[in-house]
């Protein structure tokens, strides 16, 4: 008999599905922010999981401000949802996920930002300079603003000048908005220190150093990994920490 034994089922993958399946069930009724959600109970039975494996899919979405979790009285569509893009939200929905795309950003971004200290145009370095201004005041006001750095992201890419290496920092943007919504969601105190990253990258382009360059990508993707970390163990001690549910009014 063979030795080789079937892997277990990830919970994290059943939840990841459920993550997807309540995206999809909030679009598709046409709900609004500060719209209701069935109760815990109607949902788990709709969608065929247990309750602990809804409650994880709930916490997530409600970490990235998708949905909104009211002790006592249940749960309901999140504010971020009205700006919400769900094609990218997927793209990393879990710590593995998240973690890969870190690693691919990471080959790829360092080279392009060390090709854009040397080849970045004057026009290339006024529309990163704007970005960064929208960035600036995106912080202040305490708005959303992974839309802003995923624009930045796209303008250093554009200003490598180099069109494979362009298109391949393309196939990350789903994952660098997904990536932003939910460390944005779950550690909205990092704001500040989000728009002080960006401004360090721009100013080692300014430098015209591509070895400056890389090292501050480097210690942009770096800070990024941290990030994610807390976030996953925060995501873990939500769920560990929800009580039992003594109604479907505590649902959540």
Known sequence: MSEYQVRPVERHTLAQK???????????????????LPAQQQLAKQLGVSRPVLREAVQGLASMGLLDIRPGSGCFVGAATAKANPGALFEIMTHEAALEAL???????????GLAANRATASD????????????????????????????????????????LQRMSELLDHARVAQFS????ALPEMKVREFESHRELFEAILSRDPERARMMMRQHLNEAHGLEERVSWLMRQAVDDNPPFSNEYSAY
């Not at 598709?28 to 719209?35: H, I, N, S, T, V």
């Not at 690693?103 to 930002?113: T, Y």
């Not at 529309?127 to 930045?152: D, H, K």
């Open 18 to 36: 459920v993550m997807q399946r309540l995206v999809e069930y909030v679009a598709d009724g046409g709900l609004k922010p500060g719209d209701a």
């Open 103 to 113: 690693e691919a950003r990471m080959v790829v971004e360092v080279e392009l930002v």
């Open 125 to 164: 370095l006024r529309a990163a300079e704007r970005a960064l201004e929208r960035l600036r005041e995106a912080v202040a006001q305490e708005n959303e603003t992974s839309e802003i750095t995923l624009e930045f992201h796209r303008i250093l890419a554009l200003s490598g000048h180099n069109a494979f």
């Open 182 to 185: 939910r460390i944005e969601g």
